[in-house]
């Protein structure tokens, strides 16, 4: 497979959240346990935010916690789905609902310094370069202003994964970024004093067929360059199938989550910080 092959496809990625927006906020539940967790890491941070960004905010399940941390806050939701933000738009009461704005994380329509707080979650994995995604942020985030998020890491679904290199040689399922390679990506745009930690988490399914059916619900296709093109046949499946068997434990199937958790500060000036640094962290 091509190195490019891994990358995410974007306007499959875009069509794929476009059609689960009905179907996400019910099958999203490890999605809204890791929100809650990320919000969470605010409540020891001492910052006041008048202005927040949501990126990849999806149907706004973190937007009323934003709300309720920071009372004078305006959010503003943004997502590459529309229908996504059919249902952010929702979110929060009277005059504080998020202004909801349809675009490209990695092309940002807002001016410089325009955030002191933006958050993410989950979003960054389907994004094609990291390092310009965060180069991005840095311009309109400003000074001293606050990014936190979460992503997958490459163990996540490694059981489908390996499962599904046991039937073909296509690429089946997404490829994650490595927790150090976004703390060098963040570095090399300028963000000061990162921090990185990983947890582990695993679901458990009856059979392979139902964790499929939750990854569609929430719009996680394989959207990756290197997928097949066209329908799978019923004997690839049945070989998937068992192939993922032999991962069954107390009459259960698991799949693994690495959940890639980040912080760091926009900085005001040119610094330079060592790689070795956020190894040391
Ligand atoms: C797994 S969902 C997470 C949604 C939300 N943050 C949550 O916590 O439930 C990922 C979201 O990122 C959005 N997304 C994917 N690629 C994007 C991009 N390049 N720019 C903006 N949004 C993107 C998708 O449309 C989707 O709503």
Same mark, same amino acid.
């Given at each position: 497979?091509?190195?490019?092959?891994?990358?995410?496809?974007?306007?499959?990625?875009?069509?794929? *959240?476009? %059609?689960?927006?009905?179907?996400?906020?019910?099958?999203?539940?490890?999605?809204?346990?890791? &929100? %809650? +967790?990320?919000?969470?890491?605010?409540?020891?941070?001492?910052?006041?935010?008048? +202005?927040?960004?949501?990126?990849?905010?999806?149907?706004?399940?973190?937007?009323?916690?934003?709300?309720?941390?920071?009372?004078?806050?305006?959010? !503003?939701?943004?997502?590459?789905? $529309?229908?996504?933000?059919?249902?952010?738009?929702?979110?929060? #009461?009277?005059?504080?609902?998020?202004?909801?704005?349809?675009?490209?994380?990695? =092309?940002?329509?807002?001016?410089?310094?325009?955030?002191? $707080?933006?958050?993410?979650?989950?979003?960054?994995?389907?994004?094609?370069?990291?390092?310009?995604? *965060?180069?991005?942020?840095?311009? !309109?985030?400003?000074? &001293?202003?606050? $990014?936190?998020?979460?992503?997958?890491?490459?163990?996540?679904?490694? /059981?489908?994964?390996?499962?599904?290199?046991?039937?073909?040689?296509?690429s089946h399922v997404n490829a *994650? @970024?490595?927790?150090?390679?976004?703390?060098?990506? $963040?570095?090399?745009? =300028? *963000?000061?004093?990162? !921090?990185?930690?990983? /947890? +582990?988490?695993?679901?458990?399914?009856?059979? !392979?067929?139902?964790?499929?059916?939750?990854?569609?619900?929430?719009?996680?296709?394989?959207?990756?360059?290197?997928?097949?093109? &066209?329908?799978?046949?019923?004997?690839?499946? @049945?070989?998937?199938? /068992?192939?993922?068997?032999?991962?069954? #434990?107390?009459?259960?199937?698991?799949?693994?989550?690495?959940?890639?958790?980040?912080?760091?500060?926009?900085?005001?000036?040119?610094?330079?910080?060592?790689? /070795?640094?956020?190894?040391?962290?």
């Amino acid at each position: 497979m091509q190195p490019g092959e891994q990358l995410p496809d974007k306007v499959m990625a875009r069509r794929s *959240f476009e %059609a689960a927006a009905e179907s996400y906020d019910q099958a999203a539940v490890l999605q809204q346990e890791i &929100g %809650a +967790r990320l919000l969470q890491r605010l409540d020891i941070m001492k910052i006041q935010p008048q +202005r927040i960004l949501d990126l990849g905010a999806g149907t706004g399940g973190c937007i009323p916690g934003l709300y309720s941390r920071y009372k004078k806050a305006g959010v !503003v939701a943004l997502d590459i789905a $529309l229908p996504m933000l059919r249902h952010a738009r929702r979110r929060g #009461r009277w005059l504080r609902r998020p202004q909801c704005v349809c675009a490209d994380a990695e =092309r940002l329509p807002f001016a410089d310094n325009s955030f002191d $707080l933006v958050i993410s979650n989950l979003m960054l994995q389907w994004c094609l370069d990291t390092a310009s995604l *965060f180069a991005e942020l840095q311009r !309109v985030m400003r000074p &001293g202003g606050l $990014l936190l998020f979460t992503s997958f890491g490459p163990d996540t679904l490694h /059981e489908l994964r390996d499962s599904w290199r046991q039937v073909d040689d296509y690429s089946h399922v997404n490829a *994650f @970024q490595d927790m150090h390679d976004v703390g060098d990506a $963040l570095l090399r745009a =300028r *963000f000061a004093d990162p !921090v990185m930690d990983v /947890e +582990r988490l695993t679901l458990t399914y009856p059979d !392979v067929w139902q964790l499929m059916r939750e990854l569609k619900q929430i719009g996680a296709h394989n959207v990756t360059g290197g997928r097949p093109r &066209g329908l799978t046949g019923k004997t690839h499946i @049945q070989r998937l199938v /068992e192939a993922y068997e032999k991962y069954r #434990r107390d009459g259960v199937l698991p799949a693994s989550y690495e959940i890639v958790n980040g912080h760091a500060w926009a900085s005001s000036q040119e610094c330079s910080v060592s790689l /070795e640094d956020i190894g040391r962290r």
